[in-house]
Every structure is written in C-alpha cells, then in structure tokens.
C-alpha cells in the first residue's frame, strides 16, 4: 500500500507565524523573551529609525542627508513643497506609496543583541530553523533554573514581522566561532513549498564581543557592566512595518514590569532610541517599600481545596493617642483607646496588637466558588499572588496614617494594576494598559456597589488603578491556562475565570477587613456626635411644640448659631437674619421630610421580606390556593344532598363537617399569613413611639406560630421576666421587619436538618443600662467560611444558601437594628444558630 505525505505551503507557513504574532511591539517582546529563555542578562535593543512611517510633512533637506540622488529624485516627486515644508501629495498611486515606503524604510535598522547562551551549528539547524514545534517542550529549563516560556515554536517569525531581511549572530560557549544567519524573508513570496526557503550560514571571523562592540560603540558602559563573551545579535534591516510614538511608548510599558517586583533573578532590558531618546528605556528594579502601601495582600492556592490569604494592614496609626472631633461648634477630644476598646476589637484577628502584624486565613475554594465544582477548581493549579493597596491621598479619618501622596501617585502612575508572570517572565497584556488592564474585573464590581468604605450597609470594593501586584502562574503547574494562538493572552476557557475567580476571592478578604475597621471608626465618631449633639434635639422638639402646640410665645434656647431673645429672637446667618419662627418652621420641615423617607425606606423593606416570606411558604399556599377552588362547590353539593329541610340522617361519607373543620384550618392559616404581611404596612404602626419590646414580639410571635406549626417548628414563648423595663422608642414595623427576617432564615435552615423537635426561641435580658434581645435556633451552626468573620454574614448580598438566598435578609435585620442606635451580632454557640441585639436605654 502507498503512503503519501502532507506538504505546507511557504506562504500557509508564514501565514500562520504572521497570525500568531499581531503586532510589532509584540514581535520584539517574542524576540525578549528569546534571550530570556536563553539566560541573558542583558539585552539591547538599538532603534536607529529616521523615517519610523511615512511622514505627511517634513522639513526641506530632511531627506537628502540619507538618500541617494535617484532615491532623493523621486521621493520629492511625491511630495509638493507648501510654506518651507514637504507635504505628501494626497492623491500618490499604490505602486508610488509602496515604492516609497520601500525606500524610507530601507534607511531603518533595529539590533536586538543579548548576552545570554547563543546558539550553536545543531541548534541552529535542528530548533531554530524547525517551524511549528520547539526543543523549548522537552527541555524546559534553562542553565540558571528559568522554566522557558516559549513552547509553539514560531517565535522565529516575529523577525518576519520586524524586517525583510535578518542577519543574526550568535555563539554558544562550545563554539570557537560566531555563526552568523542570514535570511531573506522575501523568499515567501515566491516559493512553493516551506522547504523551498533557504537561510545562509556562514562563520565570522570577529568574536562575539567584538561585533557588538562595533554595533553598540566601544565606549557604551553595558558592555563593560555585562558579560559579553557568548550570546545572540539579530540585526533587522529594512524595517517592514510603520512605527509610531504609541509604539515606541508601548514597548516601554510592555518592559516596564517585565521582572516581577523584587526578583533576585537580574534581566535587564536597555532600549536606545537615536531619533526619539524620549524614548530610551533601561529597566529598573522595583521594591515597594513598607511606607508605600497601606495594605499587602499574599494569596497562595495550594492546587487543591485551601486558598491561603495572608494580609498585611499598615494603614492605621497605632501610635495615635488622641483625637478631636469638631461638630455644632464645638471641640471634643476623645482618647484613641477608648476606640479599641469597643467589642469589635476584643476578637481574635481583630484587637489592637493584630493591626500591626500579619493576619492568616485559609479558605476553601468551594466557599470561594461554591458554582463550580472541586474538580474545575483545581485545574486552575496552584499560583501565588502578591498585591498592594495604596492610597493616593490622604483621607478625613484621623486614626489612619498621613500618606506622602506625591510618591504614591508616582508609584501607581508607573506601575499600578496587577500583572501576570508565568515562570517569573511577564504574560502580555494582563495589567497593562488597555483593555486587560482590569482583567480581574475590579471596576465592574466597584461599579455594582461604588460607596465609600466606611459605609455602614453596602460593601467597598477596590478600583484597579488603587493596586500594585503580581500573579505567578507556571507552564508546568497550570497547564489548563494556556496561550492564546496569536500570543496575546491567555485562552479564554472555564479555567481561566475560575482562576479570575479565585483571585477576586482573594480581594474580597482584604476588602471585607480594611471595611472592618473604617466602618467601627464611622459609628464611634457618629457616637461622639451625638452626645454633642444634644441641643439639636431640643431644637426639634421645640420646632414640634410650635408646629403642632400652642405656637409662638414659647421659650427661647440657646445653642450654637442662636441669638438669644424671646419669640422676635433671630439666626445670623453670613448674609441673611432669619428669623426664631423661620428657623423651628424649616427644622421642622427637614425632620417631616427625613420622616416620610424613612416610611418609605421602611415599606421597601417590609415589602422585600414580604417577598421572601411568599417564596419560603410557596409550595404551603399553592396546595391550599388549589383547595380554595373546589371547597366552596364541594360543600354546596354536599349540604343541598344531605339537609332537604331536615336534620342530617345520610351516608356519613357526605358529613360535611369534616370538609368544614379543613376548610377552617385552612382559613386560620390564610389569615395568619395575611396578619404578618399586612399588620407591617399598617399607618400607625410606622411611627417611632414608646413600646413594649416583650409585648411586640409576643404580638408577631403570635401571628408566626400556625404558620410555622405547617412547617413543624416550634416557637419558644418569650419566658415572663418581672422587673425588666423593656420600653424603647421603635417603630411596631420595624420589629416586624427584624423578626420576620430571622424566622424566614431560621425557617429555611431548620429545614435542612433532621431535628426531632424543630425550635426558634426568644429571649429578653436587661443589663446595666441595656436592653439585649436574644434570637435563636437549633438548626445548623454558622458556616464554616464565616467562623473568622461572623459579621460578614450581614453583608449586601452574603448567603450560605447554596445559590438558593438572596443575601437579603440579614443584611435587613443590621440596617433596621442600627437605625434604631443598636448593635446586631453573631452568638458564639457550638450548635444552632443566634443573634444578639444590643438597645441602649434613653434616658426619658
């Protein structure tokens, strides 16, 4: 039998390293990463560009100085001489442009040289002029321990993209000569087949050192800073493709970052620029120095189920002793331990002494991605990750450190977003910038919840250009992230935005404790307020007594901005006097107004956890909706068979009292629903008045318990403690909102377990001068991705539900609480699950 063989086209070969490679400054990286694979040190490159395009205007005599007199005559010919300049000729033919372009470009040289291992006769023969695989596959470390980074073997083509022609140099250490390359890219255009393109090669008698001696100067200080003695000069000439300052500028960025921050593994990169030295580049070794950054963020996944998370906090000034707080026109000035003292900061991770050193927390990527499963996760493979936060100005909070805002915008200019390395060699164009600037998606999800980090309810997240960082991915260790064929990133598969997902996991963290701290400064500072603020609501109950009572004539208060007298009294403003009468009359509009948005804020959350409430109980209501149906019929054929005007004497199968007494279980259900949804929303339970916290919650405990007996659970009544004086200036819907809140989410657990006896319990304590409301149940513990930092479970958006919740309901329970002045937080129990609810008593 015949066997026949494949053939490949010269132009299909070229065709395919020409796709792979986009641009021209990312063939000259490929050519970079090259003498990085071969353990340079160093590498030059050398612009020599006079016409980097075609110019569309030129001084007079700016050609002449480089064309021959021929070349000089018909380059004029295509341009037109227009005030002291040549202007290129709009109207040029095809065959013009191209010839013209042929002989600006002839005139451009670019010398890429290193000093790294060279090549010898085999490789050259055997690696480099073998299109389409790489000895890069098998033998994957260099000398030194680098892993290389190239494996498809047409990095060779980048020297297409560059130039028309190639004259390479190199020598191995075995070599007693140079080998110089030459090759005419050219020859594509009219060869058959791939084999038909011929590269010549021949020895030079110049050693190494002396050829680049001769192409870079003898005087140009790298070569006495480097060893030169063995390496690989590419020398290409004439330039193919136009260039431009964007280029130039791009290249540089690309370099910019090339060696990941605080490597000991030294490669530099040197680029001379003859025509436009803005443009010269040399590499420079990057250290961020502990007064730089206000957090470090170090993440490593060990390739199976642990994601490791260290942060580092340097944002807080524990050294600050005192702080003032000015307000109402006054001065407070509070002790900085009175802050650390509060019950936020006695937890493990959270004290004082935790802020000054780094803190651990090692999480399960299922927590992290609990969508994507155990497998998916871990063909991402084990990566590490390195990422500092910096502020770029300094902010209001007075616990915090004073930035030097001039270095830092200096630092995030250069070098902000986070770049990513595959065996410590820079994976373009991830942190550059462009549109993979922001590939871990940052913006997006600062966009969803763009608030400030001391916000009490929603969660900050950071912006990218608020980052400095590094992730290191392996060619051996990640596998599944592979390259893009055109080499401009990696493939966008399932792996990839896991990995992506792993790493805003990661930033999570950090987001959630720099929050932390910000958000428990913001309530002791609003705190401080307060107790300053005490005229303010004399004010307001004068502005109501005169609004609503017996109108002027009333007592005159002093306070900041009041000018005593009796009702003719005045405010001086800078421009205006306005009035005692005017003042009350606009207090007591801002406090009507601040009250109907309040009303409305309330409604929205009574109606959201109406809504979840009508989800948990569906399958409860649709069953007796579908009994409502047919009910009424069924008992009208039922007594018109058996009465006739006398008492019942039939079949007992047509005894309607038995349908009857369903039928009333099933309206006590009904209405018991009903009295929980609608009891909410009714007027007079909206105002803040005087109440009774054990008679509320016996109210809408009262209203749960035939609802929750369908779902077999157990309210333990609130016990009868005599003695406890639990009145408290809350709204009756505003408990509702919070019990109704607990119980949906209480319910939704105890289902999940197998409990003999299903139980939400309640209870009241007083203490000293404070009320707390204790919440509980005997379903599951907390989650264990919550244990470090219970809080967290209150966040906008923070389910244990298995993509089955909506992050809603706890998230209500804290902002109704704190806008009542109290404080919500996680139990410490080994079993079951609670809340704790703190009330500070007012003072009548």
Known sequence: MQQVGFQVSAKTARLIGRENIADVDGALIELIKNSYDADATCVYVDFFMPFPDIPDRVAIGAFSEYLTENELLFVQSCYEEEKGQWRRKSNLPDSDQDRLRKILFSYNRIIVADNGSGMGLDIVKDAWMYIGTSNKEHDSMSEKGRIKTGAKGIGRFALDKLSVQSLMYTKDRTAPEVLGWNMDWNQFEKAELIGDVKAELSYQSYGYREIVEKVLGGENPVLAEHDWSTGTMIVLAPTREAW???????????????????????????????????????????????????????????????????????????????????????????????????????????????????????????????????????????????????????????????????????????????????????????????????????????????????????AWHVQPYQMIGLVKIGRESNPYLEDMANREGIALTDTYYIFVGLLQGCLEEFEYDRQYIYREYAKWIDSIEDEMADYRKKIQEEAVRRAEGSGGGGRVLKGPGLVEGEDKGSYAGQEQTFSEEEMYDTVYEMMKKSERELNSKQMQQVLSSSGIMLNTFFHEFNAINTQFHVEASQIRSRVKYILRGREYEGLAAYNPYHRIDSLEKNDMVTAAFLDVIMDGLKKENLKVQQNSLKKMIREILSKWSVLLEEKHIWIQPIPEEEGIEDNLPIALVDMYIILNNFILNSAWFLEQEHNRRREISFRLEEKAEELHLFMENNGPALAEKYQDNPDKIFELGETSKEGKGTGLGLWVVKETVERNDGTVSVMEKQEGFGLEIVWRKRRQ
């Open 244 to 458: 431009s300052a964007r280029l130039f500028k791009k290249v540089n960025a690309n370099l910019k970052s090339i060696n990941p921050i605080g490597n000991a593994d030294r490669f530099e990169v040197i680029i001379k620029n003859h025509f436009y030295p803005e443009y010269d580049y040399r590499t420079e070794e990057v250290s961020i120095d502990e007064e730089d950054y206000d957090y470090r963020i170090n993440a490593e996944y060990d390739g199976r189920e642990c994601l490791n998370i260290r942060l580092l906090r340097n944002e807080v000034n524990l050294s600050k002793r005192y702080i003032t707080v000015e307000k109402y026109g006054m001065a407070e000035k509070r002790p900085v331990e009175e802050f650390w003292a509060r019950d936020k900061f006695q937890k493990k991770g959270y004290r004082k002494e935790d802020y000054g050193k780094e803190i651990c927390f090692v999480r399960n990527v299922q927590d992290i991605l609990p969508a994507d499963g155990l497998e998916k996760i871990q063909k991402v493979g084990p990566f590490t990750a390195e990422m500092y936060f910096l502020r770029n100005a300094n902010n209001e909070h007075a616990i915090m450190k004073t930035v030097a805002v001039r270095k830092r915008k200096n630092l995030l200019s250069q070098f902000s977003g986070v770049k990513l390395y595959r065996d410590n060699f820079k994976v373009r164009p991830y942190g550059d910038e462009g549109a993979m600037y922001d590939w871990i998606g940052m913006s997006e999800r600062a966009q969803k919840s763009s608030i400030s980090v001391a916000n009490q309810s929603g």
